[in-house]
């Protein structure tokens, strides 16, 4: 009778890396060995094990670092086995894996300080490669109604309209926001209009009496808490 590991033993070398994740898990995997199975194939002088080693060289094995490149990105490493199609398919793979950190089930989360909020934000804010302003709407027992993208902008800023946030404030019935926006450039410090606009965004809310609990700028794995620096 055929078994499945007599079957196995006969793929071929690239094929090695799905053969241990059926026989061990995928947690017994290396991160070249995962990347080797997007890649599915190697090239007549490299297997695909190669050539995602030689990928994770070139971002000095920081996974946050590949996760923010491009489909030109990756090719542009000219990297012996990864074309378009292939870079498509790693792009593709580190974006589902940030959807799902996303989509995780944090609805009704009660938010206790900023280490809290950042857990909730970071996976929308962390990795992106231009700035973003987000808002997290809360209830009175400091819970989460809804997560908002306030705007999109580019490398090096983008606009936060007061009237949105708080229009979608009142719609949710909140009655506090945390406003978050990432720094694309890994500087952790408030510019002078990041500070005029927590002003602002904080005079806003005081006249329809819904309290601005923080603002954090996000830059990786790292934030910078307006309250926390007692900037509120």
Do not use: C
């Not at 499945?4 to 991160?31: N, T």
């Not at 300080?113 to 970071?122: G, H, P, T, V, Y």
């Not at 983008?158 to 949105?164: G, N, Q, W």
């Amino acid at each position: 009778m055929y078994s499945q590991q007599s079957g196995i033993k006969s793929w071929a070398e690239e094929d090695r890396p799905r053969e241990k994740l059926l026989l061990k898990g995928v947690s017994a995997l290396s991160d070249a060995e995962l990347i080797a199975i997007l890649l599915r194939t190697g090239t007549q002088a490299h297997t695909a094990v190669d050539s995602a080693r030689q990928l994770l060289a070139r971002v000095d094995h920081d996974l946050d670092l590949l996760a923010r490149m491009s489909v030109a990105d990756l090719v542009q490493l000219n990297i012996s086995g990864i074309g378009t199609t292939k870079a498509i398919g790693i792009v593709a793979a580190l974006e589902l894996g940030r959807r799902q950190r996303a989509a995780a089930p944090r609805k009704r989360q009660q938010v206790s300080d900023s280490r809290s909020a950042f857990e909730l934000l970071a996976p929308h804010l962390a990795d992106k490669v231009h700035e973003e302003f987000w808002a997290l709407l809360l209830n009175q027992n400091h819970r989460m109604l809804e997560l908002y993208q306030v705007s999109i902008g580019g490398l090096t800023g983008t606009v936060a309209d007061v009237r949105k946030v708080f229009e979608q404030a009142l719609k949710v019935k909140a009655t506090a926001v945390i406003l978050a926006h990432n720094h694309p450039s890994g500087n952790l410090q408030p510019s002078s209009a990041d500070v005029e606009l927590t002003r602002k965004m904080k005079q806003g809310g005081e006249t329809l009496e819904i309290k601005v609990l923080d603002h954090l700028i996000v830059a990786g794995k790292s934030y910078f808490s307006f309250a926390d620096a007692g900037m509120l």
